[in-house]
C-alpha cells in the first residue's frame, strides 16, 4: 500500500464531523463530500495530530490491523483519485479589472412606516433627510444599469428602502421603464421588490403577480417575537396587519412565482428556529430565511457570545424539523440549507462571493452610487451618481480585491469556499476592515454549512445516490 508518509497531509483542506447519524468529510478545494465512519474520522484525528505514519501506526492498536489498514487504503485511494486533500489550484482564475455591472438596488424610498429596532438603515431615512426617488432618477438609474452591464444579458434591480410601496407609482413605472429598455437594448431585466408587507394591497398584489416581479417579505416569526422587533412609527404591533397580506398573496400566486419570507433574529430569540417552523407549519410560508442581526455590541438585542450554544442548538433543531418535513413530504426551502454537491459556483464566485462595488450596486434616492444597501448615506464610499457614473472607481478596484485569496483568517478556514470571505459591510464595521471577517457570523456560518451538508447527504441517500 502506497501512503503519505513522505509528505504531511494538509488539514487545511479537508473538513470532517458528525451530526446525528451521518459522518461527513468535505474535500475543501475540490468541493468533493464523502461518507465516512466514525472510525475514520478518528482515524483523520490521529494523522492529524501524529503524521501518518505514526497515526497509522496508533490506527492499529486501535481498531486493529485489518481495519486500520482498510480505512488508509479508502483514504489513499480518494486522494489518488483527486478527491481528498486536493491542492488549490487558482490558474483559471481571471479577476475583474472593472467594474461590470449586472445588479442594482434601488433606494425607492428613504422612509418607512415601521420603526424595525434592529434597522441599519437608521428606520429607512440612512441617516439623511426622508424622501422618495423620483421617477427621473429612476429612469437615469435605469439608463445607467443598462450601459454599465456591458456585455451581460441578464440584469436585476431591486426595488428597496425604507419601504418602497410608499413610492409604489414611481415603482410601477420605473418597471414599464426598464423591462421596455431592457427589451431594446436586448437584455432580460429581472425586477425584485423588498417590503414589509403593510401597504401589500390586492393592487399590489395584482402588479407583482401580472409583472412578474419576485418579492422579499420581511417577517420575523411568531407573532411576540415579530411585534416586538418591528413594531409601526406608534409603537402599535404589525403581525397582524402583514400576516393576511401575505398569505392573500400566496393564495394568488402562481406556484412558480418566486419569494422569500426573510427574517432576522436577535439575542431575543435566540431560540429562532421555532420562528422557522411557525412560518413553515402554521403559516405555510415554504420559502423562508432567517439571518442573525449585526450590530453594536451595546444594542439590546445584538448577539452575544453566550448566545452561542443556543443559536447552534436552534440550528440543530431546526436542521431535524427540516428533514423530517421534506421526508413526510412537507418540505420547504431555507436558504441557508442549499447546496451543491454537482459542481456548485464557479471559481471566481466561490472566491470574490458578494459582487458589491463592482457587479451589484446601490442607488439612493438622489441618484447617488454606494457599494451595496448598507453603504448609502456613508460619503467615504459614494462611488458617483447615475448621470455622471462612476467617478470613484477606486473604490470598486478596493472591493473587487476584497476575495478570499486576499484574506489570511479565510484561507484557514474550511468554509472559505461556501461563504466566500462573508459581507463585505459587516467585516467593515464589526470585522477587522475589508479583508478581515466578522468572526462572529463566521462561526455562524460554519454551523449553517454543517447542517446543509448533512441535509443534501441524506437526500441523495434517500434517492439511491452514491
Known sequence: MTTKSEKALDFN???YFTFDDLSIILDVN???VHLADEDTLAFLDLVKAHGWDEGLALAEKEFGQADAREIAEGIQDLIDEGLLFTPADFSDYRPHTEPIVKAMCLHMAHDCNLRCRYCFADTGAYGGPRGLMSLETAKAAMDFLMEASGHRTHVEVDFFGGEPLLNFEVCKAAARYGRDLAKKRGKVLKLTLTTNGVLMTDEVIDWVKANDIDLVLSLDGRKAVHDHMRPFVGGGPSYDRVVPRYQAFIEKASPDQWYYMRGTYTHFNTD???DVIHMADDLGFDRLSMEPVVAPAEAPYALREEDKPALMASYDKLT????KAREAGKGYD?????VDFDGGPCLPKRLVGCGSGHDYLAVSP????YPCHQFVGDESYKMGTVREGITHPEI?????SATVLTKPICMACWARFNCSGGCHANNIRYGGGLHDPYSFGCDLQRKRIESALYLEAKRLLAEGAE
Open 30 to 32: 475540490s468541493g468533493s
Open 13 to 15: 483542506t479537508v473538513h
Open 366 to 369: 438622489e441618484g447617488d452610487l
Open 320 to 323: 431535524r424539523h427540516y428533514l
Open 396 to 400: 470598486a478596484a478596493d472591493f473587487q
Open 272 to 274: 429562532f428556529a421555532d
Open 334 to 338: 431555507f436558504y441557508h440549507f442549499n
